[in-house]
């Protein structure tokens, strides 16, 4: 940390606000990562009014953008009267994928893999005694022939069935441990050994209706269902429709300590599978008029494993949360991330999402201009009420406070 204080020519303040772990102690940092020299906190809010699969739920996410927390207790409450959310998820299963390039015959390489699978799924399952005890374990395998820039190549998935862990240790380890044997039966050379994010295996799938009279009538329903047809129309528009969704999936997926990369890799490449960027959403009125929406996504979140084992913060939460099984918190993060999605919708088709932003950003734009604790409050006001929300002018306002103190 010195050498790095003195390189940056930090004040002892700011090396104190790089230093700081918050409840995770430096020490275990250490043992996380490398180099560690501190921590990144972010704003930890509850979500609200979750009722999934006739369960109450109060969600932890951990997001510095304001309004996201708001936006999905908001949505939560609008299904509650329908009855909230309902999802469930697919086995938790995961792939490994083994690469064999330099395979003469691969079609028939192919099938002399498919040969010795049963082999192949006990020599994995005895590396991982634990996984296969709470009922894990690598369940199958599939082969495929792919062509490359560099010829074919033959492509075994290994599919691991990981109960609460998200899987990505227990998969390469197997994957790396069958390897010898297929390269054996294939009579090419193994390159990677690596798990898949694109989860497809392991998808949870949650729906919920919203009324058209709880949600402003039938001109919302109309505005979020056009709004649903230009995401599936246009993928620029896509981009950031999705990008709602993962606002509320990631903040959540970040409390619970799991692996946001690996969500947001699942969730992108799972939109894109049919060759066409597509909404991991979708919105329909129902015979009553009413809108109904779905979400389909990967999602290898764990209990056991990774920081969800070791960051102080992300257990508590879990606990908070209350999931008994990874394939449960992966309900919840699937229904977070329908809420954000139709709170998005509901505020761009009808205000726009600037206004709920505003008092939200304004807090922000006051902080950057150097407001204190106690200025800030007198800052938001000032700034609604002219509706100009820069930096200069709240430093105007502040210096006008200030004079006037
Ligand atoms: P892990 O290896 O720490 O824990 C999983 C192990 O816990 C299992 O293999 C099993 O032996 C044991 N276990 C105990 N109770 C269990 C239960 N009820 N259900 C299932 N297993 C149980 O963790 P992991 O989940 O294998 O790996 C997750 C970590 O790997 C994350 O931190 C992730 O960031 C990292 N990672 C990700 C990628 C990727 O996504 N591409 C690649 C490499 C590493």
């Known amino acids: 940390m010195a050498l790095a204080k003195e390189f940056g020519n930090l004040s002892k303040e700011e090396a104190q606000a790089v230093g700081n772990t918050g409840a995770l102690e430096l020490a275990m940092a250490d043992r996380m990562i490398e180099n560690v020299v501190g921590g990144m906190t972010l704003p930890l809010g509850i979500a609200v009014n979750f009722l999934i699969n006739g369960k109450d739920y109060l969600i932890p996410m951990a997001i510095e953008e304001p309004s996201v927390v708001a936006a999905a207790s908001n949505a939560a409450r609008m299904a509650r009267p329908t009855g909230g959310f309902r999802a469930h998820t697919t086995e938790p299963v995961m792939i490994g994928q083994i690469q064999l390039v330099d395979v003469p015959d691969p079609e028939s390489a192919r099938l002399r893999i498919l040969e010795i699978k049963e082999e192949v799924l006990k020599l994995c399952n005895e590396k991982d005694p634990v996984l296969v005890k709470f009922g894990g374990g690598a369940r199958d395998m ?126 992108h490449s799972f939109a894109a599978m049919g060759g066409h960027y597509k909404p991991l959403t979708t919105w329909e009125r129902d015979a009553e008029g009413n809108v109904v929406g779905t979400i389909e996504l990967p999602l290898a979140v764990g209990l056991v494993g990774g920081a969800t084992a070791t960051h102080p913060t992300a257990k508590a939460n879990v606990k908070l949360l209350g999931v008994n099984t990874a394939q449960e918190l992966a309900q919840v993060i699937g229904s977070v991330g329908l809420a954000q999605n139709f709170a998005a919708l509901r505020a761009l088709a009808t205000e726009g999402i600037q206004r709920g932003h505003m008092s939200l950003h304004a807090r922000n734009i006051a902080v950057m201009a150097g407001a204190k604790v106690e200025e800030v409050d007198e800052v938001v006001e000032r700034l609604l009420a002219v509706k100009v929300i820069r930096v200069d002018k709240a430093q105007e306002i502040l210096k006008e406070i200030r004079r006037k103190d």
């Open 142 to 267: 599939e082969v495929r022939v792919i062509d490359t820039a560099r010829g074919p190549m033959v492509i075994a998935h290994l599919l691991v069935d990981c109960r609460d862990a998200m899987g990505a240790n227990a998969v390469n380890t197997m994957a790396e441990a069958a390897a010898p044997l297929l390269e054996e039966a294939a009579g090419g050379r193994v390159y990677l050994r690596i798990i898949s994010n694109l989860a497809v295996k392991r998808l949870v799938r949650a729906t919920a209706t919203f009324g058209k009279e709880a949600i402003g009538g039938e001109d919302v329903v109309e505005g979020i269902l056009q709004a649903y047809a230009f995401a599936a129309a246009d993928p620029f528009r896509c981009a950031t429709h999705n990008k709602g969704i993962m606002n509320g999936i990631d903040a959540v997926v970040i409390a619970t300590g799991n692996d946001w990369r690996a969500i947001e890799a699942g969730a």
